[in-house]
DNA sequence: ATGGTTTTTACTGCGTC
DNA sequence: GACGCGGTAAAAACCAT
């Protein structure tokens, strides 16, 4: 604050000489302390003077102008390098011309036929420059089945964006080859989520996707190698989330779920079962102790599980619990 | 391909509303 | 009697080797 309001009354009486040439506004209603003349700022500077006896009143301020100068609306273009946020969610990035598909001019008014038949044929070009090659073209495909996946699983867009990076990837680094677009779209998509802390299971992919989970299985572990992306095994306790909103759960019910997940974690009980079942597990049993019980089939159905799964893990963390709480 | 582990399927018995 | 639950056996799926 004071930094900054170094005005009036301090101590420091620098002056500037008059004659420099300097890209001075006027500042609005402020008279300089001495001399009581006009005050301009210096945009360039960032000082405060006065235009007639040279006193820096105020200076180091933030400059919020452009640093170019521009003489006439066609320089502000060229030399403005502000424009539409990009995107890697589109295959060209979001920056490419669109033409309308309606045959209307600026002001809504319909086209003559000539102009109709001209505006076809720059659409086609425009289409035809716009997916040039193979790659450009695979991309777009790829970006639309990953968009149409992610909204159906409910995933954010920061995980469309990851995948969409990682299928850049991909194609860059010619995985592609010998395996299908959809594939490494869902392989993608599978790779980002987990990445993200909110996983999806194979077998929800699966629903999603045109290929089989052996192929999304495969191409996933391929592309995940290839990449070397760095994925840590799925951790239980990020299903739980999702899962007790679907069953409308409390919140108190999600912590004790998450506390009996960390329990049997110290304990090495969950190693190598299923995440998904743990997390179902772990739901249920939360559900009991918390007095809001669901049964083993509606969780069984959120969670994708069997029941028979539930129920074996449910004691085994049960177990852990109470050896915990018995020590 | 193989063997060991985990999950699923199918079925049965028990208690409760 | 339908429902929720527990348990079991056998089949299927999964994983590392």
Redesign the pocket.
């Known amino acids: 604050m004071s930094d900054n309001v170094r005005t009036f009354t301090d101590e420091h009486t620098r002056r500037r000489d008059r004659s420099d040439e300097r890209t001075d506004r006027p500042a609005e209603n402020l008279r300089c302390p001495e001399c009581s003349g006009q005050l301009a700022t210096d945009t360039e500077h960032g000082e405060t003077v006065c235009r007639e006896c040279g006193l820096v009143v105020q200076e180091d301020e933030i400059d919020h102008g452009p640093e170019w100068r521009a003489f006439d609306s066609n320089e502000k273009d060229r030399k403005s390098r502000v424009g539409a946020p990009t995107t890697k969610m589109m295959h060209d990035k979001g920056l490419s011309t669109n033409i309308g598909w309606q045959d209307r001019d600026a002001y809504g008014k319909s086209l003559s036929s000539r102009q109709r038949e001209k505006m076809q044929r720059l659409r086609t070009w425009n289409e035809r420059f716009r997916t040039r090659d193979s790659k450009e073209r695979n991309l777009k495909q790829a970006l639309g089945e990953i968009d149409r996946m992610a909204s159906a699983l409910g995933l954010p867009d920061t995980v469309r964006e990851t995948a969409s990076v990682i299928y850049r990837r991909a194609l860059d680094d010619d995985l592609l080859p010998g395996r299908s677009i959809e594939g490494v779209a869902t392989a993608s998509l599978y790779a980002a989520a987990r990445q993200a802390g909110t996983p999806r299971s ?1 077998d929800e992919l699966t629903t999603v996707s045109r290929v089989e ?2 192929e999304i ?1 495969r191409t996933y572990r391929y592309v995940a190698r290839e990449l070397s992306l760095e994925i840590k095994p799925a951790d239980p306790e990020q299903y739980v989330p999702r899962f007790a909103s679907d069953l409308s759960l409390s919140d108190e019910a999600e912590r004790r779920a998450r506390q009996l997940l960390s329990t049997a974690k110290a304990q090495g009980v969950h ?4 995440p ?3 997390a179902a597990a772990s739901i249920y049993a939360a559900s009991l102790l918390t007095n809001q ?6 969780v069984s159905e959120v969670a ?12 085994e963390l049960l177990d852990a619990d109470d050896a915990q709480s018995t020590i």
């Open positions: 194979l989970k052996d299985a190693s190598g079962k299923s998904v079942g743990l019980k669901v049964t083993q089939s509606r994708n599980i069997s029941e028979v799964t539930i129920r074996n893990r449910y004691h």
